[in-house]
Structure formats: structure tokens, C-alpha cells
């Protein structure tokens, strides 16, 4: 069963817009929030993360917000970059090893 | 460097024919995961390691083993492998659990014919 749900599945920007990942999850004992990043023939890479104390952080052009009374959280990037180009993956975990990702968001920015 | 290698990147095999995917962390890491990546399904946890000799299942462990002798190693086995698990593979390793930031290795496309 798929406990965090995101979309879409694929979004294509114009280079200096803003692209915006949304995700769902169900499991309110979920108390962290990574946002991973992956190009072409690499492995996932850690680009941002949240914990559900706060409700938005920002890593330069990278911003996390999230509402858990909705139970959603969402990426946004801010003056988006062709280099920004690649699959985003949400996930969603709790100490004891209950780790889930969504299925992932392929962005494309446009020169 | 820090890194999260895995051994072979590339592998076609045959039904039922044994092999095994090796990872390696050079962080001291005590967390090692195994997960699949399959195109709609994002990241699947196969089987995980929250320190040596401690092993246990995730959500995709059917026809999978694993085993964690030494802290830096957590090699995958597929004892008979079958075409459903024609996959990309990634292991990850964190500090001491999921809570923290996973490093992910560079991935072994495997196909099974």
C-alpha cells in the first residue's frame, strides 16, 4: 500500500519559474520529511528535509512546506534551473524503521 | 571520500542462476538498506540493517536474503532470481536509522531473463 502520495508525476517548468511537488501521507507517527533528488544513472541524493515541529524550511532556492493537519507536505524551487532537472522523490519515515517515498516526480526546466 | 559503493553497476542473468549485489560504507554508518526502484512505484524497501548482525524485512523481501557480518558491508543475495525482479537496485546507509540523511550508492541495473 502506498502511504505517501505524490504529484505530479512529471512537471515541466520554464528556466526562472517556480516548480511546486506536492505529497500526501497518511501515517500520522511519520516525523520525518526528506526530499531526495536523483539524476540520470546516480543514486538518490539527500536535498532537503523537515521534521513536523516547524512549518516550513528553506535551503536557498529549496523550500519545504508542510501542513500536518492536512497530512501534506510539499517541495518548491524557487527560479527553477535547467540543472534543476531530475527525479524528485518525497518520503516520509518514523524512528523504527517505517520509511516510505513517494513515487517520484520527473522536472524538467526549459531553457 | 564518504561513499556508498555497490558491485556489479550492470548484471543480465538467468533464471534461477545465484548472485549477489555487494555494498560497501566507508562512514561507520550502523543503518544499511536494500531497496528497489521500479518506474510508477518510486523506492521500495527490500530488507534493512540497523547495526551487525541485526537484519530484518521491509516491504519487498520475498526472494531476497541479505546478511550484515561486518558494519561496513550488507550484500544482497538472490538465491533464485526471477524475471519480477528485474529491478535498479540501491543501498543506502545513515547514521543510525531512517531519521537521518540516507546515502545512497550508484545502483546495479540488474535483468533477468
Known amino acids: 500500500q502506498q502511504q505517501v502520495k505524490q504529484s505530479p508525476q512529471s512537471l515541466i517548468v520554464q528556466k526562472g519559474g517556480i516548480s511546486i511537488i506536492n505529497c500526501a501521507y497518511e501515517?500520522?507517527?511519520?516525523?520525518?520529511f526528506p526530499w531526495y533528488q536523483q539524476f540520470p544513472g546516480k543514486g538518490p541524493a539527500l536535498l532537503i528535509a523537515i521534521r513536523p515541529d516547524v512549518s516550513e524550511k528553506k535551503e536557498g532556492r529549496f523550500t519545504i512546506s508542510f501542513n500536518k493537519s492536512a497530512k501534506q507536505f510539499s517541495l518548491h524551487i524557487m527560479d527553477s534551473q535547467p540543472g534543476d532537472s531530475a527525479t524528485y522523490f518525497c518520503a516520509a519515515s518514523k524512528g523504527n524503521n517505517d520509511m516510505r517515498f513517494g513515487a517520484g516526480t520527473r522536472l524538467t526546466v526549459k531553457p | 571520500e564518504a561513499q556508498v559503493t555497490q558491485n556489479p553497476r550492470y548484471l543480465i542473468t538467468v533464471t534461477g542462476k545465484k548472485l549477489t549485489v555487494t555494498c560497501s560504507q566507508n562512514m561507520n554508518h550502523e543503518y544499511m538498506s536494500w531497496y528497489r526502484q521500479d518506474p510508477g512505484l518510486g523506492l521500495r524497501q527490500i530488507y534493512y540493517s540497523m547495526n551487525v548482525e541485526v537484519t530484518d524485512k521491509g516491504d519487498v523481501p520475498e526472494g531476497y536474503k541479505v546478511s550484515r557480518k561486518e558494519k561496513r558491508n550488507f550484500p544482497l543475495i538472490l538465491e533464485s532470481p526471477s524475471p519480477n525482479q528485474t529491478s535498479l537496485y540501491f543501498c543506502?546507509?545513515?547514521?543510525?536509522?531512517?531519521?537521518?540523511?540516507?546515502?545512497f550508492g550508484p545502483g546495479t541495473r540488474l535483468t533477468v531473463t
Open positions: 501515517n500520522t507517527a511519520f516525523d520525518y
Open positions: 543506502a546507509s545513515s547514521l543510525s536509522g531512517p531519521n537521518y540523511e540516507q546515502y
